[in-house]
């Protein structure tokens, strides 16, 4: 058995995705460009999974959620665009990094969350318009910043009160 988090391990996981990739990719299943980042996302994000470890687990998702926002949009999935299904994929990526450093106890990473949820939510926006009320995509659009001012506001008066 491997040792947790050896290079032969990582050498291997890189060797599995990368022929899995060139393989999808010519049997014309993904193309190329989708292929190769998923299957290093993949690698990465495994070999994070397998070593219990933080550093390998952010390149991965982050090139997980890249590759299938790719995929999604050479799909034409729903309404959105090729760029707007990067967003939501990259998104995606830093979500599924907050869930598995929840799950292998690598700590809280709060901050993987809010940006996952903050690149899904840009990818979204424009549509979000036709779902609400035009006065209140007006009011939102015009004062959306008081919501940093409240968010500035109430971290100082925390910092004060300790």
Not at 61 to 84: F, H, K, N, Q, T
Not at 93 to 109: C, K, M, N, Q, S
Request: glycine share 12%.
């Amino acid at each position: 058995m491997a040792r947790k988090g050896s290079s032969r391990l990582f050498l291997g996981l890189i060797l599995l995705a990368v022929g899995a990739a060139l393989l999808l990719a010519r049997l014309h299943v993904v193309s190329q460009g989708p292929a190769l980042l998923l299957a290093m996302g993949g690698a990465l994000a495994l070999y994070g999974v397998f070593a219990r470890a933080f550093a390998p687990l952010v390149p991965g998702c982050i090139l997980l959620g890249l590759a299938a926002g790719m995929l999604l949009g050479d799909r034409g999935v729903a309404a959105l665009g090729m760029a707007r299904w990067q967003l939501v994929g990259l998104g995606g990526g830093f979500v599924l990094l907050f869930l598995l450093a929840l799950l292998l106890e690598l700590g809280t990473r709060w901050w993987a969350l809010v940006v996952g949820g903050v690149l899904s939510l840009l990818a979204v926006l424009p549509h979000l318009k036709e779902v609400f009320d035009p006065s209140l995509v007006v009011a939102f659009r015009t004062y959306w910043p008081v919501l940093l001012i409240v968010a500035g506001m109430y971290l100082v008066v925390r910092d004060f009160t300790r």
